[in-house]
């Protein structure tokens, strides 16, 4: 018999063969050392400070909550301590921010230096000086602040369209008031849509970013800043691995608009829209979910102008496909006020394209509110729902002109979809309903077996829900 021989590696070999592999993994991990020294003395520390007057509304900071924007600080809910109205003395809160001109314009969050009496900014060199606010852009939270100095150091600034999911990304910044502190980490995501935040495509990364860390830039591995660190998700305080920054390219469009104009203006187009879920898709004759469904058009925009209609799915912007309803927003905010703009859309399974010249968005948008409540018509129909003429008060409280009050909602298909008592139903299957009579006509022909668009509008608010009609047994 053949003995087939062993050979073992002695343990000091294996142990030099382990570091090896060791130190050439740890040669394909960036360092950032070159980096920092380049970029950090254009990093600046910014501290804002507001009187606590008699009319003081203001919510202690304690570097944990005020720091957040509106949105993340909600995750304290009603217990978030609050400071007396009659409070005397001084808020303080502590940010970052970054040096985009020699002579002295910095970019920073709003929310850093809201409703202060007084900004110091505090450089490198340990130079502080007084900052003026040149103008916010409240929508974007951005800041531009001006101090006076000449020759300051600069960053260099990149293009954030370019910015790709997996790269490596780092922050330099004042987290807990701790100067100049570095974090790294990947892109996670691009063109995050954050509730209450519709005009800006945030950078998603898991860089560790803390409160004193926002307005502080984000810079990608050629010392280029690609954008603001703003937000984060937290239920406790502090960073959890989600990180939300702006996109340099939105920051530099404000800039420059509030250096020039002193404010920002934006593209408007003057539609409510809504997800195109599975089910609406199977509606409209979609393959697959995407678009963004047009649920209103508002009298005199400039959607209502160039002819768009409830109903219609806008599938691309100016050649930009659109996959998720927030895709739109931050594309017609970008585009210039008075520019034409060609919009791909699908209409009663027709697809068309159609121009609209961008109007300016307005100032404020209101949603309108309300109540109905007046005792319904009854009627039997395939839904399962009774309903009334719509009374004139809706009609001028919502804004509306045509559509049925829906009155009780009994078991079948509308109770399965999520129709209530007192939605105001606006079309079905892409018919307009004017009257109770328009509204049996339509409901009797409806098809059985098949998914059918209805649009109601709630409390004041237009969206699209899906009902099916099952076939009998």
Request: net charge positive.
């Amino acid at each position: 018999m053949v003995m087939k021989k062993r050979f073992i590696l002695p343990f000091s070999l294996l142990w030099v063969l382990m570091l090896t592999a060791v130190v050439a993994r740890a040669g394909e991990l960036p360092d950032f050392t070159k980096l920092v020294k380049e970029n950090k003395a254009a990093v600046v520390n910014v501290s804002a400070t507001a009187e606590l007057g008699s009319n003081s509304q203001a919510t202690l900071d304690q570097n944990q909550i005020q720091q957040l924007p509106e949105f993340f600080r909600h995750f304290f809910g009603p217990n978030a301590p609050q400071i007396s109205p009659h409070a005397q003395g001084e808020r303080r809160s502590m940010g970052s921010g970054f040096i985009v001109s020699s002579d002295g314009y910095i970019l920073t969050n709003n929310h850093v230096i809201k409703g202060a009496d007084k900004i110091t900014v505090r450089l490198s060199d340990r130079r502080e000086l007084d900052a003026k606010v040149v103008g916010v852009d409240k929508r974007a939270d951005i800041a531009v602040l001006k101090v006076k100095a000449d020759d300051l150091p600069v960053v260099k600034l990149g293009n954030s369209d370019d910015l790709q999911v997996g790269q490596w990304v780092f922050a330099i910044g004042s987290p807990f008031g701790f100067d100049y502190s570095v974090t790294e980490g990947i892109v996670s995501a691009i063109g995050r849509a954050l509730p209450d935040e519709n005009y800006v495509p945030f950078i998603q990364t898991d860089v560790a970013i803390n409160p004193g860390n926002s307005g502080g830039p984000l810079f990608n591995m050629d010392g280029q800043v690609v954008g603001i660190n703003s937000q984060i998700y937290t239920r406790s305080g502090g960073f959890m691995g989600l990180s939300f920054a702006i996109p340099i390219n939105v920051a530099m469009n404000a800039f420059h608009q509030i250096k020039d104009t002193g404010h920002v203006s934006r593209g408007w187009l003057g539609v409510l829209i809504q997800e195109v879920s599975r089910d609406l898709a199977e509606s409209f004759g979609l393959k697959t979910p995407h678009g963004a469904l047009v649920a209103q058009v508002m009298d005199g925009s400039p959607a209502a102008k160039a002819g768009l209609q409830a109903g219609d799915i806008i599938l691309e912007y100016d050649g930009h496909k659109i996959n998720l309803s927030s895709d739109l927003p931050p594309l017609v905010g970008s585009t210039r006020v008075g520019g034409t703009a060609k919009l791909l859309i699908l209409r009663n399974g027709e697809r068309k394209t159609i121009d609209v010249t961008i109007g300016k968005l307005p100032a404020e948008q209101v949603a309108g509110s309300g109540q109905g409540g007046v005792a319904p018509q009854i009627t039997d129909n395939k839904l399962g729902i009774s309903v009334q003429a719509l009374p004139d008060k809706l009609k001028k409280q919502w804004n509306i002109e045509g559509g049925v009050l829906v009155g009780q909602v009994g078991q079948g298909p509308a109770m399965d979809a999520g129709i209530q008592s007192n939605d105001v139903i606006r079309s079905i299957n892409n018919h307009s309903i004017d009257s109770v009579k328009v509204f049996n006509k339509v409901v009797k022909e409806l098809p059985l077996g098949k998914a059918i668009p209805v649009l109601i509008v709630r409390n004041g608010n237009p969206s699209f829900i899906v009902v099916k009609i099952p076939k009998k047994k």
